[in-house]
Structures are given as structure tokens and as C-alpha cells.
């Protein structure tokens, strides 16, 4: 796998020695931060273009809107390809996210879950292209963080039964909209499969760890508050946000919860699940 630029300056930054301390507690902060704002890059800038372009993009102009985000998302992958910010192995993970996203997106707004308030060319069916590339900011986040903090998992459960949980979840959120919405039940199962599990990381020198629900949960929370920009950018509405914007149900925590899973599974497919050394 070819290293990004990124790499080197991690490396550097990992193998400085603060000291102790509060000099190495205030350290290992900025280094987690400066991490997981590298890990963000893709999404960041996904977000920094839907608001941008609400608050700036002429109403007037020949070019939609949604077309203008749809070029510039393409025009910001190629970028982080052709300057090294970002591996082949990562974009491909970004072109898996943005196939399931689009046929989620094909199916849910069908169903009138959300709607894509402004016109387009490059859309299929009622979804404009650019919101592939939100799914796909999940999955860059996801793979890009495995490989950052060296990820390793201790009491992971059968690789069967995280793809079959996945799975499942994946056709409920189809099969809600006919059949019983069995997520209490896919909760139930992801919290049987995963008690257990830990999540080992290296952000300077030691390894952290954390239940790995809890990760999931965090990074849940964190997509749903930048849905809440996303669509107080009008990218997509929800039913009652025509009239004007509010925040986003936190109802959506939970299939934000199920999506993680879902996440995770598919950069498993592409990232090696390793035990602690």
C-alpha cells in the first residue's frame, strides 16, 4: 500500500518524547486531535462544501447547486489521490460506501424518509450523485482512523456473525417500511455479539482501549450532529423541515448506531482485524 504525506508527520509526532506529566497528558490531546482531524479529512471537507454552498452558491446560477457539490466531491477525491493525502485502498472503500449509500438513498427517498429539495442533472431517479459521497465520508473516516491508531481488537466475535448482523440490519432498514421494524432486536443482537469486545489503539507510544460500543456510539453521535448541518444546509430534508430547519430527531442516533455496524463490517473486509500484540 502506497503511504500518504501523512504518514511521515505521524511518525514524527509519535516519536517525540514531551516528557511527563501534564506535558505528556496535554501531548497525547493534541496528537488525538490532530489525528482524528486527519482521519476526518474527507468528510470535513464533504461538510465544509454543503455549507458553504448554502450559505455563498448564486440562486441564479446556470449550474445547479447539487451538480456544483457533485463535481466538487469528485474534484476533492481526485485531489487527496493525486497529492497523497489519501491510498487507493481508502478510495476504494469510499466507492463501496458510495454504492450502498446510493441504492439506501434510491430506496429511502422513494419511500419519503427525506427528500432532495433542490433540481439536478446528475442524479438518478430523486437522488442527486453528491449523496453517495456522505456515505462514503463514513467510510474514509472509518478506514482511514483503523490505520492511524493501528487499530487491534481483543474478544472479537465470529467474523460470520458481525457479516450476518450486518446483513440483517442493511435489509431492515428496507423491510421496516412492509414487515415489523425488528431494530430493538438488531440492538439486542449487536450488544450480545460486541459486550465483550475492546478496542485497542496507539495514539503516541501505549496502546488505549475502549469497549467498542462505546465507540460505536460516539462516532454515532458525531454523524448525527453533522446531519444536523447537513441539513440546516438543505443538502436533503427530512419530513417536517420543509417551513423552515430544526435538529434532526435524536431518534436517528439509533440507525446511526446500526449504520456504524454496518461501517465497520465493510472496512473489515479491507482492514485485517487484529488481536493486541
Not at 462514503?136 to 491508531?149: C, D, K, N, P, Q
Not at 474478544?155 to 460470520?160: E, I, N, S, V
Not at 460500543?213 to 460516539?218: D, I, K, R, T
Not at 430544526?246 to 473489515?268: E, H, R
Request: glycine share 6%; net charge positive.
Amino acid at each position: 500500500m502506497r503511504h500518504t504525506r501523512f504518514e511521515a508527520v505521524r511518525h514524527r509526532l509519535e516519536q517525540f518524547d514531551p516528557g511527563t506529566g501534564w506535558r505528556l497528558w496535554l501531548y497525547e490531546f493534541l496528537l488525538f486531535g490532530f489525528k482524528q482531524a486527519w482521519a476526518c479529512l474527507f468528510g470535513g471537507l464533504t461538510l465544509a462544501l454543503l455549507l458553504a454552498t448554502h450559505l455563498f452558491y448564486p440562486e441564479d446560477a446556470s449550474l445547479p447547486r447539487y451538480d456544483f457539490i457533485t463535481l466538487a466531491a469528485v474534484a476533492i477525491q481526485a485531489a487527496m489521490l493525486a497529492f497523497r493525502l489519501e491510498t487507493w485502498s481508502e478510495a476504494k472503500v469510499i466507492f463501496l460506501f458510495h454504492i450502498v449509500g446510493t441504492v439506501m438513498e434510491l430506496f429511502k427517498t422513494a419511500a419519503g424518509s427525506w427528500i432532495y429539495p433542490e433540481p439536478s442533472v446528475l442524479r438518478i431517479g430523486d437522488v442527486p450523485l453528491f449523496s453517495g459521497f456522505m456515505y462514503a465520508a463514513v467510510g474514509s473516516y472509518i478506514a482511514r482512523v483503523w490505520r492511524i491508531f493501528d487499530f487491534r481488537y481483543s474478544h472479537y466475535p465470529a467474523r460470520w456473525a458481525t457479516y450476518t448482523l450486518a446483513a440483517a440490519i442493511y435489509v431492515n432498514f428496507f423491510a421496516h417500511h412492509w414487515l415489523p421494524d425488528i431494530r430493538y432486536l438488531l440492538f439486542g443482537l449487536t450488544i450480545l455479539l460486541f459486550w465483550r469486545t475492546k478496542i485497542h489503539f496507539r495514539n503516541w507510544v501505549e496502546y488505549r482501549w475502549m469497549p467498542l460500543l462505546l465507540g460505536f456510539f460516539l462516532v454515532a453521535l458525531f454523524i448525527w450532529g453533522a446531519e444536523n448541518i447537513g441539513t440546516f444546509a438543505r443538502a436533503w430534508t427530512y419530513p417536517g423541515q420543509e417551513d423552515g430547519w430544526q435538529p434532526v430527531s435524536l431518534a436517528k442516533l439509533g440507525s446511526w448506531f446500526l449504520l456504524m455496524l454496518i461501517s465497520f463490517v465493510l472496512v473489515s473486509l479491507v482492514h485485517p482485524v487484529r488481536e493486541p500484540a
